[in-house]
């Protein structure tokens, strides 16, 4: 069955510090892999997702398919970048998304 | 309106209730997902609709949860003879295609349910 892991349940940084949150899957093929974010009191939205190879907000990730990884990065975090962080998983040919436990991001100042 | 809206937002259920969550999706979205999210995880697929047609609802966790979308937009989840364990933030989710694929989905508030 296809699985999401996100090591990291709290991750905290200083602002202007590079970032990384790791997103590692189980499935055997070709998935399509979603980060999505949610700021505080707001509603869970896309932040980007791996066939749009785009950087959303200065975030990129990028999907290894050798380790099953589609980790999200920035080179400096801002403060406005705290959040709750998940890593999302869909399989061909179902309509669901697999989500990850998340990982909340605390940048401090 | 301009997001997916749901209701009630908060709601306090004695065990064994029944309760009835709302979902009013993006207008014209064609796809619409109901998520269940427990303190602490991410969100959990209940089931999917194509228009007024449920095409997958092997996330249901028991027969005790029902979802219906009658005429293609709004859509509804019931939960009949409510348990604690059924305490979680239920997020309706649509987008505008078919299919969760390659497609953008936009996300309620969520309603959260506590059952006492």
């Known amino acids: 069955a296809q699985r999401v892991t996100q090591p990291e349940k709290l991750l905290s940084v200083f602002k202007g510090a590079p970032v990384e949150l790791k997103c590692n899957y189980s499935y055997s093929g070709s998935p399509e892999l979603f980060w999505y974010v949610q700021y505080s009191r707001q509603r869970l939205q896309l932040l980007l997702r791996?066939?749009s190879r785009e950087s959303i907000k200065g975030f990129t990730a990028d999907l290894n398919k050798g380790e099953t990884s589609f980790h999200l990065k920035k080179p400096f975090a801002q403060e406005e970048d705290s959040a709750m962080y998940y890593c999302a998983l869909n399989q061909g040919g179902s309509e669901k998304l697999v989500f990850g436990k998340g990982t909340k991001l605390t940048v401090n100042p | 309106g301009a997001g997916v809206s749901q209701s009630p937002r908060y709601k306090v259920a004695k065990r064994g209730q029944d309760v009835a969550l709302r979902c009013d999706p993006i207008?014209?979205?064609?796809?619409l997902f109901w998520y269940q999210q427990a303190l602490g995880q991410g969100p959990e697929f209940l089931t999917y609709?194509?228009?007024?047609?449920?095409?997958?609802k092997s996330g249901l966790p028991s027969d005790r949860f029902f979802a219906e979308r009658p005429e293609g937009s709004v859509s509804t989840l019931k939960i009949q003879r409510t348990q604690q364990e059924d305490s979680a933030v239920y997020l309706c989710a649509s987008s505008l295609n078919v299919g969760a694929r390659g497609n953008t989905i936009y996300f309620g508030e969520g309603s959260w349910l506590t059952v006492v």
């Open positions: 609709f194509q228009n007024e047609a449920q095409l997958d």
């Open positions: 791996h066939i």
């Open positions: 207008s014209g979205h064609v796809s």
